[in-house]
């Protein structure tokens, strides 16, 4: 096999990687002991923290197959590398080796899922054992394992053998482990490096103060880190092993541990529920779950049995189970079952199908144990500013080599100083000086009602310029109100009803159908269900009865949930149904039994029941959900001809839609049939009957939030799973699509009968009036003024809108379209929850940074795949969202931007600061080093920890600005304005220091300092008795005390405050540096200090800090120095940058953001970016923009076939697919 080979495991996933086989060389491995032993184990320090490296500088190529250790590398943007260990496995010891033990645990389960089960598992062990048929070889990666495939010639997941035991272990590291990883954390090694430094240099006071600093800062990160892993493990632990029975052959059961549970076992769920240990699919019964744990959603979920396939209904048999598409026949691990359905001596069963980490909730645990790097440019510069100031640490360790064997300093001391250059450019206080503005913004953002479980994506947010918003429930109420409803009779639509609570209309069958389509329950005696089946019932004051458990026990058969009329409602002289009824004695009772239950389908779009009327033979089927999907079940000649007209007038006015239809069913269908009988069997030639017009208020809060984020620049996108219309409607009212604007709905058809795949261009008409409760006047919003280019005209007035169905078709067979669409796609109807996550994909692909805002219940996936993901669930449920708020309003979408940019600039501010402060003190010490002298110890002292630390965590507490604006802030350090602020501050320190060490020499009373000069006494000042002070000092080995030291020590400790005030900008990101008190509080008492001590000496002080006596005459003058650099770092700062630079050159990175504040919503200024990146390639230097969008946008001004024209189509190309990937399978 050749030794080169690489394969791909997990194909096709969020977890994709490529592999690499290696086996250990002991030549290779001898070298590495030599280097490790030369370098006094800094090498294996290096290798611990490079995989690569490690495995590479040890092991040999080999072929997979054979290999002792694999190396990993993520498909992903991030490549990073991880290796694992090749482990062997015994079939022998194994106690699942015997196909025979595990097919005995399986009975009484439907034949596809358990009939074959024991030939399958003989299968799987010739499968992974041809070669070694005593031991299997396999690697564990993020716990789980992954085994060799002899078929496939590579590892993959296994799914009938050797599942291992059935639990979730979220393993608390023990304390010494954790601080083991803590300390050799490079920035922790690089700390003590310095301080074995600093101490042979005898500076043991600063060194002191740096092992304080970091002994809290790792017993701080300890204490975090483990109380998030107790918080987890107490989280997964809670309900993990817990006793439960299961069947046996011959109709046994066994209580056994759930740990114990493995795929194939038929598990008994008990009659008072239970919380499941285990990913299971019903098999017999019904299950009322609460799924809040992993959805957000806190309404009961009905789960029915899976469809027995032995009763072939049109192929069914041949239909695969799988958890996501049988998602409403399966019970996942962690929900919570609290009511059970069952048949009298018949349990309600379910076979376990996933067990550990492969559950639904372990894949969750997974995620967060886990997690993906967070990518922004941000941290990448910052890793590249870091570089570039060990580059400028090696100049000056080099300089200090060179400058020191030319003035024959010994050896020891040449070491020591050229190291300890580094230790001052790299400074070690940078990660937490970070880190303190993202903690004061999580600070900010609890008080307003904001959890964050991410505090890193707090920056990210400060670049969001997208906002795709959930419509039910975020930019709408949560309840639907009943506004009406539309029979039909004779196939005709008769008037609007308001009132559907009345005696004329108790037994018509469109009150029936609206008793019985439900999947409502009584919990705990109160009615709960679905939102919107709960507004139907109760609109019709119908009241609903379930068998208790002794009435079930009582019958051969499930006692049916039953509902009725209140007695008011019914006509006293009236018989309830046929004249031939059994229970003729009890003629004003009216009962309906609800017989079998097809619960409600996002993929089919709709619901159904079977019933029967007391008394009725005959039973009937009613059947509720989508007005087309029903449309297209029910018999052609029961629909009105009006009915696409009707439907139109309704959902353009922003109404939600739903259709009922009924049909009597043939009376040979027995009970026991219909429990059996496939919904398609009963779904088909429906009488249609009429539609319910159920109205979604906006909330009040909804258009001005809209209208801040427009202004912002902010683009906005509705992603929904209501009806396109309904959804194009609520968009028009609360501002998203302007009245003005033309919507172009995208309708994408997939292949079919040997034809491609194509997309019909529909135009909507953007000429219909908004419905009455639109929130927004359209007179209030700014509109854009008429051009005289067509391409102008179409470029900024157009949005698309398309279903989740077209969505997927343009995915798959348009893949040139998707970016186009995404410049300007705005609704999104009928999206499925893994269609919400691709459309974020495919806005980040184009360089947007996506904030998405949902409710939590079925946006999951998309608000851990956002940059910025809020739910506005208050349960914690969405362990995946980032931010969480407290108040379900999309108010917080503006609120966690502002606070993001706040932060985000609170990073550029600090960061810029401790690189300016890196920089000062690197080129004091060096031009000290040139007179062979250094900073004192209580300098060093001084100024890290009373001017630094306090003004790094003090400038860091600066609030969020007031108010969204356009212009945003930039997104890495690599960008003009942010290089330019810290290089002219560079230059203005270095030379304003430059002119103070070097002036010092050029003074009258100067000399090469000694212990018995008297500078002060030559200019007869008053502050010449001192002079005897100094003159007492004890011997200063470090040529510490002299001019040169005392002069750079004061300019360059006001240097400090000077950028720190300079960099602490406000307006319009952060309130201004006035309001931060504590900042300013610390800066005027280090100014008022420092200059006491520079113009006033006091001698304790002086002594401590090892500062020489200079003339008053000198100390006026520094301070004149002090004076002029302050006025031009200001200056430079605010005027020629703020003023200059942000407008003329910084303009061009917010491609015209900023001179389209007031103008435009998000769509237009869109476009407008558009036309500035066009006019700034062809007039001003020919710049191309960096964001995918922006140049797209440019591209698309000159492009002549677009938008569509209205009325077409566009057909895709033939594409001839590659074969050769292989099929991944895991196992945990």
Same mark, same amino acid.
């Given at each position: ?913 401790? &690189? ?7 080129? !004091?010490?060096? #031009? =000290?080093? /040139? *007179? @062979? $002298? ?31 604006? &356009? ?7 690599? !960008?003009?304005? #942010? =290089?330019? /602020? *810290? @290089? $002219? ?43 005897? #002070? ?199």
């Amino acid at each position: 096999m050749d030794k080169e080979e690489r394969k791909t495991i997990n194909q096709g996933q969020e977890d994709e990687m490529e592999i690499y086989g290696y086996n250990l060389c002991r030549w290779k491995l001898a070298i590495v002991s030599l280097g490790v032993v030369c370098t006094g184990g800094f090498l294996l320090l290096l290798l611990y923290w490079m995989p690569e490296w490690r495995v590479k500088a040890t092991c040999i190529r080999a072929a997979i197959k054979d290999c002792e250790v694999v190396l990993l590398r993520t498909t992903d943007e991030f490549r990073m590398w991880f290796c694992a260990k090749i482990r062997l496995l015994s079939l022998k010891t194994h106690p699942f080796s015997s196909p025979k033990s595990m097919a005995n645990k399986v009975s009484n389960g439907h034949a596809v899922l358990t009939e074959n089960l024991a030939e399958e598992n003989r299968h799987e062990i010739s499968k992974y054992s041809q070669t070694q048929s005593e031991q299997i070889r396999y690697f564990t990666h993020h716990s789980v394992k992954y085994f060799w495939n002899d078929t496939l010639h590579n590892f993959d997941f296994l799914k009938k053998l050797l599942y291992g035991i059935n639990e979730i272990s979220v393993k608390v590291p023990s304390v010494f482990k954790l601080l083991i990883k803590e300390v050799l954390n490079p920035f922790y090694i690089f700390q003590l490096f310095s301080v074995i430094l600093w101490c042979t240099d005898e500076y043991y006071y600063y060194a002191l103060a740096i092992v304080i600093m970091s002994v809290v800062s790792i017993l701080s990160s300890l204490y975090s880190i483990k109380k998030q892993y107790i918080m987890l493990h107490d989280m997964v632990a809670a309900h993990s092993t817990v006793r439960v029975s299961v069947c046996r052959v011959n109709e046994e059961r066994e209580e056994i541990f759930s740990t114990d549970l493995v795929p194939g076992d038929v598990m008994v769920i008990p009659l008072n529920g239970t919380i499941m240990p285990c990913d299971a699919v019903l098999i017999n019964g019904t299950c009322i779950v609460n799924e809040s744990m992993l959805t957000g959603e806190s309404v009961p979920v009905t789960k029915t049995n899976l469809p027995n396939p032995s009763v072939d209904v049109k192929g069914m048999g041949d239909e695969l189970y799988s958890p996501e598409i049988h998602k409403r026949h399966t019970l996942f691990c962690g929900t919570t079952v609290i009511q059970t359905r069952f048949y009298t001596g018949e349990l309600v069963k379910a076979i376990v199908v996933r067990t550990g980490f492969s559950t639904s909730k372990g894949q969750l645990v997974r995620s967060i144990l886990y997690p993906k790097p967070t990518d922004f440019k941000l941290y990448r510069d910052a890793y590249l500013f870091l570089l570039c100031l060990v580059a400028v640490a090696a100049i000056g360790f080099i300089y200090t080599i060179i400058n020191s064997i030319l003035n024959e300093v010994e050896i020891g001391v040449i070491i020591i100083e050229s190291l300890d250059i580094i230790t001052i450019t790299v400074p070690p206080a940078l990660p937490a000086a970070m880190t303190a503005g993202i903690v004061y913004a999580q600070r900010r953002l609890k008080k307003i009602g904001i959890f964050c479980i991410s505090p890193q994506r707090i920056n990210i947010c400060g670049q969001l310029n997208l906002v795709c918003f959930d419509k039910t429930g975020t930019l709408t109420e949560d309840g639907l109100d009943l506004w009406g409803i539309q029979r039909v009779e004779n196939t005709r639509f008769l008037l609007p009803e308001e009132n559907v609570c009345n005696e004329m209309l108790v037994k018509s069958q469109f009150v029936a159908c609206m008793a019985t389509c439900h999947s409502l329950t009584k919990i705990e005696g109160v009615l709960s269900g679905d939102p919107l089946d709960l507004k139907m019932f109760e609109a019709i004051g119908w009241i609903l009865e379930e068998a208790t458990e002794e009435e079930t026990a009582l019958h051969n058969r499930i006692m049916p949930t039953v509902v009725r009329p209140p007695k008011q409602l019914l006509p006293e002289s009236t018989p309830a149904g046929d004249q031939e009824m059994e229970l003729f004695e009890l003629p004003a009772i009216y009962e309906i039994g609800i017989v079998r239950q097809f619960p409600f389908s996002s993929a089919l779009q709709r619901m159904s029941v079977v019933a029967r009327v007391l008394g009725d033979k005959k039973m009937d089927a009613y059947m509720k959900g989508a007005p087309e999907v029903i449309a297209s079940l029910c018999k052609p000649e029961t629909i009105p001809v009006d009915f696409e007209n009707v439907l139109e007038d309704y959902t353009k006015q922003g109404f939600r839609v739903i259709a009922l239809a009924h049909r009597k069913l043939e009376s040979k269908l027995t009970w026991h049939k219909v429990q059996n009988i496939s919904r398609d069997a009963i779904e088909n030639n429906m009488d249609f009957m009429g539609l319910i017009i159920m109205q979604n208020k906006l909330k009040r809060e909804t258009p001005a939030v809209l209208e801040d984020l427009h202004k912002a620049n902010i683009r906005t996108v509705m992603v929904t799973g209501d009806n396109m219309l309904t959804a194009v409607s609520v968009a028009r009212d609360c501002g998203m699509i302007l009245p003005q604007d033309k919507v172009i709905i995208a309708e994408a058809l997939p292949p079919k009968d040997g034809k491609v795949a194509k997309i019909n261009w529909h135009y909507a008409d953007t000429l219909t009036q908004c419905s009455n409760s639109s929130a927004i006047d359209s007179e209030a919003i700014p509109i854009k003024s008429v051009h005289d280019s067509l391409e102008d005209l179409q470029v900024s007035r157009y949005h698309f809108a398309m279903n989740g169905k077209s969505f997927s078709v343009i995915l798959e067979h348009f893949q040139d379209l998707v970016p186009k669409l995404m410049l300007h796609g705005t609704v999104f109807a009928r999206m499925a929850p893994d269609q919400k996550t691709q459309l974020v994909e495919a806005l980040q692909n184009v360089d947007y940074f996506v904030g998405m805002c949902g409710d939590g219940a079925n946006d999951c996936g998309a608000l851990k795949r956002a940059h910025g993901g809020i739910s506005l669930s208050e349960l914690e449920a969405s362990v995946a969202s980032p931010f969480t708020s407290k108040t379900p309003s999309i108010s917080c979408v503006p609120n966690l931007i502002r606070e993001g940019r706040a932060a985000l600039m609170t990073s550029f501010c600090v960061f810029k600061f401790m &690189a300016l402060y890196s920089i000062i003190q690197y080129f !004091s010490v060096t #031009l =000290l080093y /040139s *007179v @062979l $002298s250094n900073l004192g110890d209580f300098q060093f002292l001084f100024i890290d920890l009373a001017i630094i630390l306090v003004v790094v965590f003090t400038m860091s507490l600066n609030p969020a600005w007031k108010e969204l604006v &356009a212009q945003r802030p930039p997104s890495g350090l690599i !960008s003009g304005a #942010l =290089l330019f /602020s *810290v @290089l $002219s501050q560079i230059i203005i320190s270095i030379g304003f220091q430059s002119l103070g060490f070097f002036w010092v020499k050029q003074q009258p009373w100067y000399e090469i300092w000694h212990p018995h000069s008297d500078a002060c006494n030559t200019t007869g000042s008053l502050y010449g008795n001192f002079s005897h #002070l100094y003159n007492e000092t004890e011997d200063d080995p470090h040529n510490i005390q002299n001019y040169e030291n005392t002069t750079v020590f004061f300019i360059s400790s006001f240097q400090y405050l000077i950028v720190a005030i300079a960099f602490s900008k406000g307006k319009p990101f952060r309130q201004p540096c006035y309001k931060n008190y504590l900042f300013v509080l610390s800066v005027i008492i280090l100014y008022v200090f420092i200059l006491f001590i520079m113009l006033h000496p006091v001698a304790p002080i002086d002594q401590a800090l090892q500062i020489v006596c200079v003339p008053y005459q000198w100390r006026i003058t520094m301070l004149i120095i002090v004076l002029v650099n302050a006025l031009v770092s200001i200056m430079v700062e605010n005027f020629c940058l703020d003023m200059v630079l942000w407008k003329v050159v910084f303009n061009r990175d917010r491609q015209g953001e900023y001179r389209f504040t007031t103008t435009q919503p998000a769509q237009e200024s869109v476009d407008y970016w558009g036309k500035c990146c066009l006019s700034c390639a062809l007039d001003c230097r020919k710049k191309i923009p960096k964001a995918k969008y922006m140049y797209l946008a440019q591209e698309l001004l000159v492009d002549p076939e677009w938008p569509p024209k209205p009325q077409t189509t566009t057909e895709a190309k033939a594409l001839v697919k590659e074969n050769g990937s292989c099929q991944i399978i895991t196992i945990t």
